[in-house]
């Protein structure tokens, strides 16, 4: 019978929901309690926020939170101007070598960024921009997911609406401002939460090109602070592994609808 999930879809399903959720409950369980209760699941555990209290004194964590929302949101405004202009050309505009330069653009999909680490690292070594945050986003202000999202979703666009607004004189600009851009909005909700979440818990590349405090993002901050020379104490290091994951995950909480709903509409088109 259609609509309905087979019990070993079901069963099989939930059993990769345990597998997902077990470290998660693990990490809020250790970092509520007391260390001396990190590993024993009693229910008659006492329950403490002096873990967070502790990891947030024993490293600039205040720094670390400054870093990755500066960074998260330069990534994030130079993808979206930078996938939107793109975009907004594949889709509507017709010009010589349009078809290779997209395929060359949907080619940059298959390479994984850790290739390209070590010519990311001397052309940044080159402007002089080693450990500092230009240097964490200059490598993906320019998105090939981005531009391919959007470009389906204004691939959709009536052109009836296109040829309301030019008679009511808008230019290609204007456009791509007053009709585009509004009927994407949910593309845009799904693509930021990727793009943030992402950035977020990026590791490599930042690890290779910060030293210091003052650059350093929560994804490095938080292997040095839970590296073994600087002690371990795992009701410690789990709390500050919440304050870390937990802006995601009240992100995606949000806006899960958006997220699921805009992906299953790029790839009907």
Do not use: C
């Not at 019990?7 to 399903?13: D, K, S, T, W, Y």
């Not at 808008?170 to 979440?197: D, E, N, Q």
């Not at 950035?199 to 590296?227: D, M």
Request: aromatic share 14%.
């Amino acid at each position: 019978m259609r609509g309905r999930t087979h019990p070993v879809e079901a069963v099989a399903a939930w059993l990769l929901a345990l597998i997902w959720l077990a470290p998660l409950a693990y990490a809020f369980w250790s970092a509520l309690h007391p260390a001396a209760y990190a590993t024993s699941f009693s229910l008659s555990a006492p329950w403490t926020f002096e873990n967070f209290a502790r990891a947030w004194r024993q490293a600039p964590f205040a720094r670390y939170y400054l870093n990755t929302v500066v960074l998260v949101t330069l990534i994030l405004v130079g993808q979206l101007i930078l996938s939107t202009l793109a975009a907004y050309a594949f889709a509507r505009f017709k010009f010589r070598g349009s078809g290779i330069a997209f395929a060359l653009v949907l080619l940059q999909l298959m390479i994984m960024p850790d290739v390209l680490i070590v010519e990311n690292y001397r052309a940044i070594a080159r402007l002089g921009l080693l450990d500092t945050i230009p240097a964490i986003a200059l490598p993906y202000l320019a998105s090939a997911f981005g531009i391919f999202l959007l470009r389906q979703t204004f691939k959709s666009v009536p052109q009836e609406l296109v040829e309301a607004a030019r008679v009511e004189g808008a230019g290609p600009l204007g456009i791509l401002w007053r009709v585009y851009v509004p009927l994407a909005r949910p593309t845009y909700v799904a693509f930021g939460l990727v793009s943030v979440s992402y950035h977020w818990n990026n590791f490599l590349w930042p690890l290779i090109v910060t030293n210091s405090v003052e650059a350093r993002p929560l994804t490095v901050g938080l292997a040095v602070f839970g590296a073994p020379e600087t002690g371990v104490d795992w009701s410690v290091i789990t709390a500050a592994t919440v304050m870390t994951m937990a802006p995601l995950l009240i992100a995606f909480l949000l806006f899960q609808r958006q997220f699921v709903q805009s992906f299953m509409r790029a790839g009907i088109r």
